[in-house]
């Protein structure tokens, strides 16, 4: 079996429909020597009202956790070095804490206008960057 770049993607545009997000379902999956290490959802924290739009449909962003963040909190320690796919392009915040947190390559198939700059800092600080449709 091939465990390729749109394996993991796959699953993790799957793990993204687990999300109750109403405006955009991400979903995070992270992979270390080609074994499954993590995965996240964008959604509010354990214990929250799991809705992540007011009653206008405006996103809360105070109380929505990025998938990114879901993954690598849920990664105990396993990230560095491991790649992350992710179904949407991350923001500043959350490239920040990939670096940090040591993901080395990241793999996504979508992007945001207003992200693409998150990705030259990305590559930028050493991590590889690859688009997959």
């Known amino acids: 079996?091939?465990?390729?770049?749109?394996?993991?993607?796959?699953?993790?545009?799957?793990?993204?429909?687990?999300?109750?997000?109403?405006?955009?379902?991400?979903?995070?999956?992270?992979?270390?020597?080609?074994?499954?290490?993590?995965?996240?959802?964008?959604?509010?924290?354990?214990?929250?009202?799991?809705?992540?739009?007011?009653?206008?449909?405006?996103?809360?962003?105070?109380?929505?956790?990025h998938a990114e963040m879901n993954a690598l909190a849920r990664a105990n320690g396993n990230a560095i070095g491991a790649t992350m796919y992710v179904t949407l392009a991350p923001c500043y915040e959350c490239a920040k804490n990939m670096i940090l947190f040591g993901i080395s390559k990241l793999v996504y198939s979508n992007v945001k206008e207003e992200y693409e700059d998150v990705l030259i800092y990305l590559e930028s600080m050493g991590v590889d960057v690859e688009e997959v449709m």
């Open 1 to 65: 079996m091939a465990w390729d770049n749109n394996f993991w993607m796959e699953m993790a545009e799957h793990v993204a429909t687990q999300s109750y997000c109403k405006k955009a379902q991400v979903g995070a999956v992270i992979v270390k020597d080609r074994e499954f290490v993590s995965m996240g959802v964008n959604g509010t924290a354990p214990g929250d009202a799991n809705c992540c739009e007011d009653e206008e449909g405006n996103t809360e962003h105070w109380r929505v956790n």
